[in-house]
């Protein structure tokens, strides 16, 4: 059994230790950094899909829409063209929010990572209460 304490280390051994540590430090930000932005990525990929979504139902709307006024026109029989107008307006109000669900996730704000900024100021000041 080996009982030996080792050496007290001195001030380049603490300070390589310090460096050691802070290194480990950054390294383990940087790939929780990295870990976020690539969860920001994924969220705006699926914003941009309610995007294309939105646009699709939109035009799927006009479509209905243009289809309700001419029923309209050559009727002037409410029942069919009307119908057609309340289909048409539903998907349009279903575009707008899908809309401002996706312009709303595509905000700079919320693709910053936020995690990693808490975690680095934290990390700052136990380094400085520690030295």
């Known amino acids: ?19 050691g ?48 006024l001419v029923a309209a026109i050559a009727e002037l029989g409410l029942d069919a063209g009307w119908a057609a107008l309340i289909v048409g307006g539903l998907l349009a109000i279903v575009a707008f929010a899908m809309v401002a669900k996706g312009l709303n996730d595509l905000k700079l704000s919320s693709l910053a990572p936020t995690r990693t900024v808490k975690n680095v100021k934290r990390d700052a000041r136990t380094v400085k209460e520690n030295v």
């Open 1 to 19: 059994m080996n009982d030996r304490v080792p050496p007290p280390k001195g001030p380049t051994g603490l300070i390589a230790d310090i460096l």
């Open 21 to 68: 540590h802070v290194a480990g430090l950054v390294r383990k930000e940087v790939d929780l950094a990295r870990a976020e932005m690539s969860e920001n990525i994924n969220r705006a990929a699926v914003a941009v899909g309610l995007l294309v979504g939105a646009l699709v139902i939109a035009l799927v709307a006009l479509n209905v829409l243009a289809a309700a």
